[in-house]
């Protein structure tokens, strides 16, 4: 019995595999059935398309231009991004991690022999673009002057089985086929770095800018650490969490929100500079300026306040605008980011009354509901006065300062953990770095007295209590425990790395900085037909008059009314008569 179930069990597993292979090549397009036939012919000619051992580069495609010397051997491998092929010989271009640079196959010059195949099929046939190859050969130029690589020997390296959405230019100039939509290009960033260079660009800066930041403070002998990720408090910062469940131990755990109180743990234990770059979560909303999970660089130094911190992040960000864009002065869509010393300073109160004409500073908090009200600012009763404050500058302030701007001495009841102002109780010594409209750093005199800490979190507590959900839950007694030692006077600062990378790389979405965004779950894909995508494509939300587009398909009325017809099953279209002419349009 148990012998006939297992033959049973194994055969209905394998039935389903196949069904599974069957289905899958089923959905494959016409090009990646075509290209997995010629992976089958490379293998029945004894090579294998995914070979093991390594290939011996030598060579880049930019190094070989900026120091060009003919007749040079070189060893490059990289992707085929496109062919000319002419009889026996053929050009073609080669895409490696520095650049492009052109290729020329010759049949004899590869095949030494009488045996032609490695050119004759390999390469004319079976070779597509998008493969990786590396090519061993000889540095000459054209006629034109183009520098190039005659080809002694190539070998395939990985065969790719979807063809590459590059774009396409007719005669006139005009460019078809580019690979622009925002949400491929964040799902498939594998693609979008191999076919759009200026994205490639961008990561490239997004590491200088990382690397400037850590030399800057490795040169002060600052130390870089790592604290923990997962964490039984969430704290550090006003935000709501992501919640998981250790199993071993049996219990909850946070993705942390801030690094901050660990960095300070570290300053009591006796470290006088420390800096990570940290990964954060945040629980919360998702727009362009926004993603669950960021990067942001933490400095704690002792002995130094929030007045010091203004100056040294002055010093540091000039260094960073000139290592990556070599000056000062950055293009940010329409504006000119100046990052050369010293910034505008300007407290809280302040630029509310200089955007607002009022004077919020001496106002209780039932006079604050009325002015935001009044302002029609949207708020809740869950807000205290600190979250009241924060959404009057947010909404009637924050997008005017473009230029750097210290937004100084927060309201007491905004900086839970803020040192209280020198000449005012009410006041807490604080900063945020306004760019371009946008917080980019948030900066402390850090408070060190644990019995007003304690005091702060209990307020923290209230709010939460009351529905403010991004307020402290919970009382991170450990840290007090820690502060009771004695931490000597600190000041620390949060700078975003995405919103520091967006503004150096003149890019307004966060997504485009980030390698991997977080993406809503992708819609199940539909497929289509070739005519169906055809006619779909030639489509916007907008109404175009049936037979123009119909014209512009050049398919038959037979061809053409069956498209229509399966994109009208499929929920993907719409086709109103409207008076006397009929329309057709993609659903929203």
Not at 239 to 252: D, E, K, M, Q
Not at 408 to 427: A, F, G, N, Q, W
């Amino acid at each position: 019995y148990l012998k006939i179930k297992s033959v049973f069990i194994f055969i209905s597993i394998k039935s389903i595999f196949v069904i599974r292979i069957h289905l899958y090549q089923m959905e494959l397009s016409e090009q990646e059935q075509v290209r997995r036939e010629k992976l089958e012919k490379i293998r029945s000619l004894g090579i294998n398309p995914y070979p093991a051992e390594l290939f011996p580069v030598s060579d880049y495609s930019s190094d070989i231009k900026n120091d060009f010397k003919e007749n040079t051997k070189v060893v490059l491998a990289g992707r085929l991004m496109s062919r000319r092929i002419q009889g026996n010989a053929s050009f073609a271009e080669l895409q490696d991690s520095k650049g492009r640079i052109q290729l020329y196959f010759n049949r004899d010059e590869i095949c030494i022999g009488e045996d032609k195949t490695h050119y004759n099929e390999l390469y004319k046939k079976l070779l597509d673009i998008g493969d990786i190859i590396g090519v061993e050969g000889k540095l000459f130029k054209t006629k034109v002057g183009e520098k190039t690589v005659l080809v002694k020997n190539f070998k395939l390296l990985s065969k790719s089985l979807r063809p590459l959405p590059l774009p396409k230019e007719d005669s006139d100039g005009n460019t078809y086929d580019e690979f622009n939509d925002p949400e491929l290009r964040y799902r498939q960033r594998y693609v979008d770095l191999i076919v759009n260079t200026d994205v490639k660009r961008t990561f490239l800066k997004r590491t200088l800018i990382t690397n400037s930041i850590r030399n800057f403070l490795n040169k002060k002998e600052y130390l870089e650490v790592e604290t923990p990720i997962l964490q039984p408090i969430p704290g550090g910062a006003t935000a709501r969490p992501f919640l998981t469940h250790h199993n071993a131990l049996n219990i909850p755990l946070y993705l942390r929100i801030a690094n901050e109180l660990y960095l300070k743990r570290l300053i009591v234990g006796g470290f006088d500079g420390v800096y990570e770059f940290a990964k954060d979560f945040r629980n919360e909303g998702m727009d362009r300026t926004h993603n669950p999970e960021f990067t942001i660089l933490e400095l704690y130094v002792s002995y130094k306040d929030y007045h010091w911190m203004m100056e040294m992040t002055e010093q540091l960000l000039e260094k960073v605008s000139v290592d990556s864009c070599v000056n000062t002065k950055v293009k940010v869509g329409d504006n000119t980011i100046d990052f050369k010393a010293p910034y505008e300073r300007i407290s809280i109160f302040g630029a509310i009354k200089k955007f607002t004409g009022i004077d919020i500073s001496k106002m209780n908090e039932s006079t604050l509901r009325k002015t935001a009200k009044d302002l029609n600012i949207d708020i809740d009763d869950t807000m205290g006065k600190g979250k009241i404050i924060d959404s009057i500058f947010g909404e009637k302030c924050e997008s005017n300062f473009i230029q750097p701007t210290f937004i100084t001495d927060y309201p007491k009841e905004m900086s839970p953990l803020t040192k209280v102002h020198r000449d005012d109780s009410s006041l807490t010594e604080r900063f945020e770095l306004i760019v371009n409209g946008k917080e980019i750093a948030n900066a402390y005199s850090e408070l060190n007295d644990p019995i007003d800490q304690k005091e702060r979190f209990e307020k923290q507590l209230e709010l939460s209590k009351k529905g403010d959900l991004e307020a402290g839950e919970f009382i991170d007694y450990d840290y007090l425990r820690a502060l009771e030692y004695g931490m000597p006077p600190t000041s620390g600062i949060g700078i975003g790395i995405d919103r520091l990378v967006m503004l150096m790389t003149n890019n307004s979405s966060i997504q485009e900085v980030l390698f991997f965004p977080q993406m809503r779950p992708e819609k199940k894909k539909i497929s289509l037909s070739e005519n169906e995508e055809l006619v779909y494509n030639l489509l916007n939300n907008n109404n175009e008059v049936i037979n123009l587009i119909k014209d512009k398909s050049g398919l038959s009325n037979k061809a053409w009314d069956k498209a229509v017809k399966s994109l009208r099953k499929l929920d993907l279209i719409k086709v109103e008569k409207i008076e006397s002419e009929i329309f057709i349009s993609k659903k929203n």
